[in-house]
């Protein structure tokens, strides 16, 4: 089966600090990752679909500067939160997208996605 | 209006208990749709996909309405383990999923 992690699990920061979540794939190849945060008793909100080696893009309200991503390989993805501040507490978490899905026999399905464990951020 | 709506619930039922969630979604050009089952303060985890033929997967079966843009997920014989939330996902991008803010399900002893 698909594994993706994250790091760090959870984490508690100073305002105005920067913060960097890893989301890596560890047993397949990510051409795409996606970033999405989720606000207590909201829905996921998918806020930036990087692939590898080229530029992230964003949803819409997102901003690029201060959510800084970054997939450099195709098990990596990491997310910088810049100049964090209390608003951004969320829980973030990423998704990687296989080329073909792991395990499978016989062709991918339909492009399934499989989500890291989520980080906690804090931002006091 | 929410891209997908879901009513957040909880629903409480005992054990053994049959329920069922229902979903709408606004995009008429959503190809996709998808229950993700989430667990306190864990990642989402795909549940099933929805088909137009309707599914069903052991004790739970999922059903699209098209016409309606209206989905559905029916649990049978629930077990404590099955209390959860559980998120309706559209799918209209071929990489885009969107999600509900989920029905929370709790089942008691």
């Known amino acids: 089966g698909a594994v993706v992690s994250q790091h760090p699990s959870r984490v508690i920061c100073k305002s105005g600090t920067s913060v960097k979540i890893e989301c890596r794939s560890l047993?397949?190849?990510?051409?795409?990752m996606f970033w999405y945060r989720q606000f207590p008793k909201q829905s996921l909100m998918l806020m930036a679909t990087s692939n590898e080696g080229s530029k992230a893009t964003y949803e819409q309200g997102v901003e690029k500067d201060k959510f800084l991503i970054n997939h450099a390989s195709l098990t990596l993805s990491t997310l910088t939160v810049t100049s964090a501040h209390p608003e951004d507490s969320s829980f973030y978490i990423c998704s990687a997208r296989p080329g073909s899905t792991p395990g499978a026999s016989g062709g991918s399905s339909y492009n399934e996605q499989f989500f890291g464990p989520g980080t906690r951020l804090t931002v006091l | 209006r929410k891209e997908v709506e879901q009513d957040p619930g909880p629903f409480n039922v005992p054990e053994g208990a049959t329920v069922a969630f229902n979903c709408t979604y606004s995009?008429?050009?959503?190809?996709?749709f998808f229950w993700y089952r989430q667990d306190c303060r864990k990642e989402p985890k795909l549940l099933m996909s929805?088909?137009?033929s309707g599914n069903e997967d052991g004790r739970f079966t999922a059903q699209l309405n098209r016409a309606s843009q209206y989905i559905s997920l029916l649990i049978r014989d629930s077990k404590l383990s099955d209390s959860a939330t559980y998120l309706c996902v559209a799918q209209a991008h071929i990489e885009k999923l969107v999600f509900g803010t989920g029905t929370r399900l709790l089942v008691s002893p």
């Open positions: 929805v088909y137009s």
């Open positions: 047993d397949f190849q990510a051409t795409t």
């Open positions: 995009n008429s050009a959503s190809q996709s």
